[in-house]
């Protein structure tokens, strides 16, 4: 198939990458190409040269100081990612005849309120819990032609509201990249340095089990990072910072358990798939997807926001099988379920 792919216009499809996103729209775009389909991604500038990246033009229209002094203008950079997804679905509406399916891989509405003016297929997958935007450009036709899929079966109840069927494709990662490691003493937690992925959840538990404790991922919010973590930070609980995914690979690889802490529905949960894949086993509280990602086999999780039972389950985690936790990454997280799950998917939509 001819496959066009709508990513992030805000940030670039590259390693080491901005956040589970990113990851997941350059696995897919990989996973699809092997399997003979021709992919163009449509992404921000600065993404990775070996994609074949069409950039859309991060940057904002000419505003006159006038429109400018208006009560409704609004920040720059909303202004010129709404201006990059608008150009794209005008491109693309006029080109009807080369591709045979768009599929949105991103958070923003314009592709699911401009899917109309497209004479192919368009499918979107759901990545997050319900947002305005999305619902409005959702409501906004009488009919919307957009299919949808979902990253889980979370997800896809979150959003049954005005979705009433997505199919849901769960998110994979690429087992041969995320190889087994030799485990280790310290925990590991890996992920955007934000409030809602809960990482201070994560040291304190660390602390009351009386193991060491690196962080890993880029810092998303600064005023968080700098009030909730750097304080904390000492000779057990480390920073390692905003790894390349080898250095990320190696760093899961070589921990007892990696701790997943969010503070918000998590509608995935990627980096449960990578750590499995690593042989990590996963200690964490069960919100959003994550009770449906893992098994007793390779994870314990406990009530959302109890450090006390996170820490007490920290122990009983590292006790699993390694080998256990790598064959659910391989049989229920991997790229190739993925893709032939998607493959499935755009033919249904096609027929």
């Known amino acids: 198939m001819r496959i066009a792919l709508i990513a992030s216009a805000r940030h670039p499809i590259r390693d080491p990458f901005a956040g589970g996103l990113e990851a997941h729209t350059w696995t897919l775009s990989k996973a699809l190409r092997a399997r003979g389909h021709e992919v163009t991604i449509f992404a921000g500038p600065g993404s990775d040269p070996g994609l074949g990246v069409v950039e859309m033009p991060f940057r904002p229209p000419r505003i006159s100081e006038a429109a400018c002094r208006d009560t409704s203008m609004v920040a720059a950079h909303w202004l010129a990612e709404h201006h990059a997804y608008l150009q794209?679905?005008?491109?693309?509406?006029?080109?009807?005849?080369?591709?045979?399916?768009?599929?949105?891989?991103s958070l923003h509405y314009l592709p699911v309120a401009m899917a109309a003016v497209l004479s192919v297929p368009v499918v979107t997958t759901l990545h997050t819990p319900p947002t305005p935007w999305l619902e409005s450009a959702i409501q906004a036709p009488p009919y919307c032609p957009m299919r949808f899929s979902a990253v889980s079966d979370h997800t896809a109840a979150a959003?049954?509201?005005?979705?009433?069927?997505?199919?849901v494709v769960r998110n994979g990662i690429d087992t041969e990249r995320w190889h087994p490691g030799p485990g280790g003493e310290e925990l590991v937690w890996s992920g955007r340095i934000v409030p809602e992925k809960g990482a201070h959840f994560a040291i304190e538990a660390a602390r009351l089990a009386g193991r060491g404790l690196r962080l890993a991922g880029p810092v998303g919010d600064t005023e968080y990072f700098e009030a909730c973590i750097r304080p904390r930070l000492d000779r057990t609980i480390t920073y390692a910072g905003h790894l390349s995914q080898p250095e990320l690979c190696e760093l899961v690889g070589s921990s007892a358990a990696a701790v997943v802490s969010p503070c918000w529905d998590e509608p995935y949960g990627l980096v449960i798939a990578e750590a499995l894949a690593c042989g990590t086993p996963v200690c964490g509280f069960a919100r959003g997807a994550l009770p449906e990602?893992?098994?007793?086999?390779?994870?314990?999780?406990?009530?959302?926001?109890?450090?006390?039972a996170l820490a007490a389950a920290?122990?009983?985690?590292?006790?699993?099988?390694?080998?256990d936790a790598r064959r659910h990454a391989e049989e229920f997280c991997s790229m190739e379920v993925m893709t032939r799950s998607y493959e499935r998917f755009y033919r249904s939509v096609s027929a």
């Open 314 to 323: 920290v122990e009983p985690t590292t006790a699993l099988s390694r080998a």
């Open 88 to 105: 794209l679905m005008l491109d693309l509406s006029r080109a009807p005849a080369r591709y045979d399916i768009v599929h949105n891989n």
């Open 159 to 167: 959003w049954r509201h005005v979705v009433p069927a997505a199919t």
């Open 293 to 308: 990602i893992v098994t007793d086999d390779c994870a314990r999780l406990v009530e959302p926001g109890d450090r006390t």
